[in-house]
């Protein structure tokens, strides 16, 4: 190798990276070691190069910046997935139940459920739903009646100090939240007495499952038929 | 309408990756303020738009790539900026030049900056993303969509920018102290 392409080598090489093939790489170091002005400029660029490197990771990171981005996460999922007339529209059903403390507060609600399969939960059927859930650990029947083409996410989701199976189906732009709720930590008798509330444009609704277990499911759009599996009948 | 994704994946991802996104962000835009505001963007983006992260483990580059689309954007809509033209952006080293003899100096942090703020943008984000760890040229191609190649050589113009700025060089040649005095 010749100082003219040495030279060039050098303005591409990079220390630690093998970005050259190997007899490229042999043929360089051969032709440093003989000559002290290319091994004299290799050395200064590698000089260069870290300082560099130092001067461009010195970049002090502010105060506080941590904080401020998960705030500003919390608030853009707020925003997202949590109307404020969820809350009232809980409150409301609480209120009918005579169970204050039955539904969640917003805050124990938003969004902590663990996050299963992201991408290859599309298209499942409930059966599936069912055995990925029960391979954590979580035996539960979902409901049947849904249509779940349009379940985005499954996974637990606290619900009154307990942790439950849920759903979210997402479809037309709107949305239905479903808690499977059993009679070990809940008075599945009592929310099944009351069914349905209503309030600023989220339903709260109680749907009776196998014995012992009851769906609460909270939606927007009014109606819950957008997320079954047949339309409605006609009344 | 984007997917949800944990809450606890997403503050995982923002412990991993603010700082450095962070120190990209200041480096390409030179602003404290815009920095910070380019980094939160860049999270909100990310929780937003999960379902587009195809593969687990390039999270990191996707994170860079969200930022400087979204630096990308902001320039859109500035005013032009002062920059040196493309052409004289450093050519490849001249074999015929001495190799320079004095040891490196530390280089100032604000200096760089100043170097980094003349660049265009196409030189100046690999060159950042370069002298951060671990970005490869291949990962720099592949950040900017452009043949290793192109990256390659806007590189070694890009340095040899920064270091007739920033790195002392006594024995210049008549001829490259002529052509640094237009910088
Ligand atoms: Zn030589
Ligand atoms: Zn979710």
């Known amino acids: 190798m010749d100082c003219r ?31 002290p002005e290319c091994s004299l400029l290799a050395e200064h660029q590698t000089r260069s190069d870290a300082a560099l490197h130092r001067a ?24 997202r997935l949590w109307p404020a007339a969820v ?15 039955l539904l969640p507060s917003p805050v124990a609600f938003d969004l902590e459920h663990e996050v299963f399969h992201q991408s290859s939960q599309l298209g499942m059927e409930p059966e599936q739903v069912e055995q990925v859930l029960a391979a954590q650990g979580i035996a539960t029947t979902l409901p049947r009646q849904f249509h779940y083409l349009s379940l985005i996410h499954f996974g637990l989701e606290e619900f009154h100090g307990q942790r439950v199976p849920f759903l979210l189906f997402l479809r037309d732009g709107e949305w239905a939240r479903l808690y499977v709720v059993d009679q070990r930590h809940f008075d599945v008798q009592a929310l099944m007495a009351q069914t349905r509330a209503d309030s600023g444009g989220c339903t709260v609704e109680v749907i009776p499952g196998p014995p012992g277990t009851a769906y609460v499911v909270v939606y927007t759009g009014g109606s819950l038929a957008r997320f079954l599996r047949a339309a409605p009948p006609a009344t | 309408m984007g997917w949800p994704v944990s809450q606890r994946t997403v503050q995982q991802l923002v412990d991993a990756y603010y700082e450095a996104l962070y120190r990209y962000a200041y480096r390409l835009t030179g602003s404290v303020a815009d920095a910070e505001d380019l980094t939160q963007e860049t999270f909100c983006r990310a929780q937003r738009h ?8 390039r999270v990191r580059a996707w994170l860079f790539g969200i930022l400087r689309n979204a630096y990308r954007h902001r320039l859109r809509d500035q005013r032009p900026q002062r920059h040196v033209a493309i052409d004289c952006v450093g050519d490849l080293p001249d074999p015929g030049s001495d190799p320079a003899s004095t040891p490196v100096v530390e280089i100032d942090p604000n200096e760089l900056q100043r170097a980094l703020d003349e660049l265009p943008e196409e030189f100046r984000t690999p060159i950042i993303l370069y002298y951060f760890d671990n970005f ?23 340095k040899a920018h920064l270091r007739r700025l920033l790195v002392p060089s006594p024995v210049l040649s008549e001829g490259q102290r002529r052509a640094t005095d237009g910088l």
Request: charged share 25%; proline share 3%; hydrophobic share 50%.
């Open chain 1, 5 to 35: 392409t040495a030279r060039l080598f050098l303005a591409f090489v990079r220390p630690g990276a093998s970005e050259f093939d190997a007899a490229d790489a042999a043929a360089l170091e051969e032709h440093l070691a003989d000559c």
């Open chain 1, 56 to 79: 461009m990771n010195a970049v002090s990171v502010p105060e506080g910046l941590r904080e401020r981005i998960l705030q500003r996460l919390a608030a853009s999922r707020r925003r």
């Open chain 1, 87 to 101: 809350a009232a529209a809980s409150l409301a059903l609480a209120a009918a139940l005579g169970y204050g403390l």
């Open chain 2, 50 to 57: 999960w379902h587009q992260l195809r593969e687990q483990h």
């Open chain 2, 136 to 158: 490869s040229y291949r990962d720099i191609a592949e950040q900017m969509d452009l043949p290793i190649g192109t990256v390659m050589s806007r590189l070694a113009r890009a």
